[in-house]
């Protein structure tokens, strides 16, 4: 299995230091949060190209429970 880019950075970046565990839960953290505003970001780009509407979405989940 090879590592992708940001991987290797990652290492690099962080085999000049020895971390503790709080500081591994803040980087994890950092990174969650990261990654949760680019996925919202994709999100909307689609919710904006399919035109969905907060109407559509109820529509959707009511569907099941009108058969």
Do not use: C, G, H, R
């Amino acid at each position: 299995m090879q590592l992708n880019p940001v991987q290797l950075e990652l290492i690099k970046l962080f085999s000049f230091q020895s971390l503790d565990e709080q500081d591994l839960q803040a980087i994890k953290k950092l990174l969650t949060a990261y990654l949760s505003q680019k996925l919202v970001q994709e999100a909307d780009k689609v919710w904006d190209k399919e035109e969905f509407s907060n109407e559509l979405m109820d529509e959707w989940l009511n569907e099941d429970n009108q058969e």
